[in-house]
């Protein structure tokens, strides 16, 4: 993907993520982990992704940062990703907001990347319990799983 993204570190063997937003609340910390789902198969692994607690140094998914870069962001998620995908393989990722005004603006950011997103990713949404090829701007889903083609 060639979308204007931060740069970060990786840790944990490719399991961990971080890097800094930086805009009008000055630099947020922000992190990104991917955890396997147990007794799944084949695999999926869990994408959690939020602001790094300074004082904790855990992972905070409920705070609202607001700090104007939403869409470098969420394509530097979307480099982990692929990231991720080199070196463990091309594993399902399941990714939800914390809340459903979260899980929706993350669908917000697929669809407004859906053209980059979509040549390397197969993006499903989870409507009414059950997985459909994600549609950009056609219904509210609840999660997504992705795929690298």
């Excluded at 990786?10 to 890097?19: A, I, L, R, V």
């Amino acid at each position: 993907m060639n979308l204007e993204r931060y740069q970060y570190l990786n840790s944990n063997d490719y399991h961990d993520y971080e890097f800094w937003s930086e805009g009008p609340k000055g630099r947020i910390r922000k992190m990104v982990t991917f955890s396997r789902i147990p007794n799944t198969d084949p695999a999926i692994y869990n994408l959690a992704f939020g602001d790094l607690n300074s004082i904790t140094g855990e992972l905070d998914d409920t705070v609202i940062s607001n700090n104007e870069d939403r869409q470098i962001v969420l394509a530097t998620v979307a480099n982990t990703i692929a990231e991720f995908c080199d070196r463990h393989g091309n594993h399902y990722i399941y990714a939800k907001g914390s809340t459903a005004s979260r899980t929706r603006l993350y669908q917000m950011g697929i669809t407004s990347l859906w053209e980059e997103i979509s040549m390397d990713f197969e993006v499903y949404g989870l409507k009414d319990d059950d997985w459909k090829e994600f549609a950009p701007n056609s219904f509210n889903y609840g999660g997504f799983l992705v795929k690298r083609k």
